[in-house]
C-alpha cells in the first residue's frame, strides 16, 4: 500500500500516488490460533539444562484434526514449554476459517498498520479449538498421569474441560497472539481475490515479486499433503 498498490480510495486518502487499483490487498489475513494448558510437573524433571542425565525434553507435535477430519494434513501444534514443577502447552490450531484485514493508517512508514485478525470470527474455529482441549488435551493428561502422578492438568481444571459454555469461555480468555500473519496478499487470479500469481508475481505491476509469509498460507494449507505425526 505504501507503494501505491491497494484499494485506491484508501491510498488517495493517505496521499499515496495509485501505482494500481487493487482492493484485495490486505484482504483475507488469517493467523493461527494461541491458547495454553498448564499441568504440574515431577520438580525433579528437568526441561532443557546442559548435560544433565535427568533432562526431559518437552519438545512439540504436529497433529491432524482429532475429529479425524482429513488425518493427512496437519491442523494442530502442540509445543511442550517446561519450568521447575510446571509444565506449559501451547495449542496452535493451524487451519483456521476466521479471515480479518490489515490496512495503513497514513503514508508514515514508520507508523504501526491497522489490523483486526478476525480470531475466531468464524464459529467453526471455536469448534474445532474445543475438541483439540477435548480430545488431544485430555488424553495427554491422562496419559502424563499415568507415567508419573505429579503431572497433573491444573488450568483448566475438569469442571472446565467438561462444561461447553465454560471451556469456550476460558479459550477465550486464555487467547494468547502470535505473529504468524499470513495470505493477505493472497495467491490467486485477480478476480478470485488476489494479489499474486502463482509464481508470486505481483498482478499488472512488471518486475515485482513478493516471496514471504502474506501470499503462500492459502496454497501451503489448502494444497500440500503432508503426512501427520503419530
Given at each position: 500500500m505504501l507503494s501505491g498498490i491497494g484499494p485506491a480510495k484508501l491510498l488517495r486518502q493517505a496521499g499515496i500516488p495509485v501505482i494500481f487499483n487493487n482492493p484485495n490487498v490486505g484482504k483475507r489475513i488469517r493467523n493461527?490460533?494461541?491458547n495454553t494448558v498448564v499441568f504440574s510437573a515431577n520438580p525433579n524433571d528437568h526441561a532443557l539444562p546442559t548435560n544433565d542425565p535427568?533432562?526431559?525434553?518437552s519438545g512439540g507435535a504436529f497433529l491432524p484434526d482429532p475429529?479425524?477430519?482429513a488425518p493427512g494434513r496437519r491442523a494442530v501444534q502442540l509445543i511442550g514449554i517446561g519450568s521447575k514443577g510446571m509444565l506449559t502447552l501451547a495449542i496452535l490450531y493451524l487451519r483456521p476459517k476466521s479471515r480479518g484485514s490489515i490496512r495503513i493508517q497514513n503514508n508514515d512508514p514508520l507508523k504501526i498498520v491497522l489490523a483486526d485478525?478476525?480470531?475466531l470470527?468464524?464459529?467453526?474455529d471455536m469448534e474445532a479449538i474445543k475438541n483439540i482441549f477435548r480430545n488431544y488435551v485430555k488424553n495427554i493428561a491422562a496419559e502424563l498421569e499415568a507415567i508419573?502422578?505429579?503431572y497433573n492438568l491444573i488450568s483448566p481444571g475438569p469442571d472446565v474441560m467438561d462444561n461447553d459454555s465454560k471451556l469456550e469461555q476460558y479459550i477465550k480468555e486464555n487467547f494468547d497472539h502470535n505473529h504468524h500473519q499470513q495470505s493477505f496478499l493472497?495467491?490467486?487470479p485477480l478476480q478470485k481475490g488476489g494479489v499474486v500469481d502463482r509464481r508470486g508475481n505481483v498482478h499488472d505491476v512488471k518486475n515485482l515479486i513478493v516471496a514471504d509469509c502474506s501470499c503462500f498460507s492459502y496454497w501451503l494449507h489448502n494444497r500440500?499433503?503432508?503426512?501427520a505425526a503419530n
Open positions: 493461527h490460533s494461541l535427568n533432562a526431559i525434553y475429529t479425524g477430519a485478525e478476525g480470531f470470527a468464524n464459529p467453526e508419573d502422578s505429579s493472497r495467491m490467486a500440500t499433503p503432508v503426512k
